[in-house]
């Protein structure tokens, strides 16, 4: 399918390529729609599965565009604290007045603006955006619609809103309020593709001493096939960041000679594939490709 986008949002997207983010069709599609909006605000939510690449896609969208990017993960505990302004507790215990207010990430976001261009917006991320109380959507909501940044009681600084592009990402932990879906487009992040996930983890962990092997990548996707398909019986998927951590283990326990038999290879793959640790032990139990992981680890992995 040809897309009609302007030069600027096909090189944006080559950028990000570039850059090494993995882009599906779908996510050119809203970055491209975003990008050439004019009018109203740029804002997108991003939900999907743990390691789609939510929280990543407004990094390398930044880099791509040369852009300021601003940050901001959130908390259960999150507030307007973090949004506008907040307190610097040490300056106001020590009565300096002038000191005790710190701006907040949307005080950051309306002087940024001012130095920015519609072309070149400033990129702010609002991360997990589930994870707070309702009300912060309600603060977001208001600031989405007019860019006032309440500073004080009496005083707002405003945001430049054509120069600036929102990304809002969700875990889905809770649906979000009507008045602020309804703001934004959406867009559903697909889990990575099998090979992509395999180069990703491959590429994290041969920097690693004693993983500079050749043949990590072999090692990475049996691991990869083994644990996925523990977890796929279990109804759920394993993220790249837990496969990760299941083969820098498995490695790890060879490599100090702990790792001796089909059955520790079983161990440490429920650990990390199984949602529930005793349903793990079950899942692996009598498990054939077991066997033909371990024999990959000991060949690739020989302890001296
Ligand atoms: N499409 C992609 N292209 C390149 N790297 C990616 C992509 N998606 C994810 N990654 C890499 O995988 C890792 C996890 O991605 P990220 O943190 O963005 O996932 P997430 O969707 O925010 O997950 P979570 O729900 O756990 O926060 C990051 O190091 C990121 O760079
Ligand atoms: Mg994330």
């Not at 860019?147 to 600084?157: I, M």
């Not at 996707?221 to 951590?245: I, M, W």
């Not at 326990?253 to 990390?272: E, F, M």
Request: hydrophobic share 45%; aromatic share 6%; charged share 25%.
């Amino acid at each position: 399918m040809e897309l009609t986008m302007s030069i600027s949002v096909k090189s944006v997207l080559e950028r990000m390529r570039t850059e090494g983010y993995y882009l599906r069709e779908q996510e050119e599609l809203a970055l491209g729609g975003l990008l050439s909006q004019t009018g109203g605000v740029r804002a997108m939510l991003i939900e999907g599965l743990p390691g789609a690449g939510k929280s990543a896609l407004g990094e390398y969208l930044a880099k791509a565009l040369n852009s300021q990017l601003l940050f901001l993960l959130f908390h259960a505990w999150s507030d307007s604290d973090e949004l506008f302004t907040g307190v610097d507790v040490v300056a106001a215990v020590a009565g300096e007045a002038e000191n005790a207010r710190l701006p907040g990430i949307l005080a950051h976001v309306a002087k940024a603006s001012r130095d920015a261009t519609p072309d070149k917006p400033v990129i702010v991320v609002l991360d997990e955006i589930d994870k707070t109380p309702e009300r912060v959507e309600n603060l977001l909501l208001d600031v989405l619609q007019t860019g006032r940044v309440p500073l004080k009681p009496g005083v707002h600084d405003t945001i430049v809103l054509d120069n600036v592009v929102f990304l809002i990402t969700s875990n889905g932990m809770r649906p979000l309020s009507d008045a602020l879906s309804r703001r934004l487009r959406r867009l559903y992040m697909k889990p990575l593709p099998a090979g992509k996930v395999i180069e990703l983890v491959t590429g994290w962990l041969q920097t690693k001493e004693g993983f500079e092997k050749p043949e990590l990548k072999g090692v990475v996707k049996v691991a990869y096939a083994v644990a996925n398909d523990v977890a796929n019986r279990e109804g759920t998927f394993l993220s790249p960041q837990e496969l990760s951590r299941l083969v820098e283990e498995l490695v790890n326990l060879r490599l100090q000679d702990q790792l001796s038999c089909t059955r520790n290879v079983r161990y440490v793959v429920a650990g990390w594939a199984a949602k529930s640790a005793a349903k793990g032990i079950e899942l692996t139990k009598n498990d054939r490709t077991m066997d033909g992981l371990w024999g990959l680890l000991k060949q690739t992995f020989p302890v001296k």
